[in-house]
Antibody, heavy 121, light 109 residues
Framework: QVQLQESGPGLVKPSETLSLTCTVSTDSINRYYWSWIRQPPGKGLEWIGYIHYSGKTNYNPSLESRVTMSLDTSKKQISLNLSSVTAADTAVYYC???????????????WGRGTTVTVSS | EIVMTQSPATLSVSPGERATLSCRASQSIGSSLAWYQQKPGQAPRLLVYDTSTRATGVPARFSGSGSGTDFTLIISSLQSEDFAVYYCQQYIGRPPMYTFGQGTKLEIK
């Protein structure tokens, strides 16, 4: 069973760039689409975007101007960069594997445990 | 943006009873709907996708139904481990834009 592990700084200063990595435990990174999702403290879930090993990406329009995702198959890692952060970006950040069947994307069937990021000076 | 509205916000049910959770989309999403369960301090867990297909390892007491704009998740006989927050999520479109409902907290009565 594939496992996902998010990592990165737990504290980021306002206006700086948040950078996180998700490490995939198997060689399946080039067979799936991968998403980032976040959850502010005490609140619901927000989809940030997804990436495929082909380079195809799709971002939430509300974050698109600040988000960049990349994928390194040799390291089995998916990366998230979120620029110009504010306190509103404080959240638990999850990476997740996406269901893909018959040419269509579905929900997220495998999730990492998440990593907490606080934006504060 | 498609807005997902879940009801009720909190549902109190006794163990062994049936729980019915609702999710409504602001426009038709066909059957492009998933349900997740989240317990405190844990990541969400996929329960159902494509409205009614149970994910691997999900007990048969969880069942999803609906189409278009109105969807339901039924837990037929609540177990202690089922008390959690449940989220619906839509993924219509090519490419899909994912949005979640605000969640329903299922608590012990």
């Amino acid at each position: 069973q594939v496992q996902l592990q998010e990592s990165g700084p737990g504290l980021v200063k306002p206006s700086e760039t948040l950078s996180l990595t998700c490490t995939v435990s198997t060689d399946s990174i080039n067979r799936y689409y991968w998403s980032w999702i976040r959850q502010p403290p005490g609140k619901g879930l927000e989809w940030i975007g997804y990436i495929h090993y082909s380079g195809k990406t799709n971002y939430n329009p509300s974050l698109e101007s600040r988000v960049t995702m990349s994928l390194d198959t040799s390291k089995k890692q998916i990366s998230l960069n979120l620029s110009s952060v504010t306190a509103a970006d404080t959240a638990v950040y999850y990476c997740a594997r996406m269901i893909y069947r018959f040419g269509d994307l579905g929900g997220m069937d495998v999730w990492g445990r998440g990593t907490t990021v606080t934006v504060s000076s | 943006e498609i807005v997902m509205t879940q009801s009720p916000a909190t549902l109190s049910v006794s163990p062994g009873e049936r729980a019915t959770l609702s999710c409504r989309a602001s426009q038709s999403i066909g059957s492009s709907l998933a349900w997740y369960q989240q317990k405190p301090g844990q990541a969400p867990r996929l329960l159902v996708y494509d409205t009614s297909t149970r994910a691997t390892g999900v007990p048969a007491r969880f069942s999803g139904s609906g189409s278009g704009t109105d969807f339901t998740l039924i837990i037929s006989s609540l177990q202690s481990e089922d008390f959690a927050v449940y989220y619906c999520q839509q993924y219509i479109g090519r490419p899909p834009m994912y949005t979640f409902g605000q969640g329903t907290k299922l608590e012990i009565k």
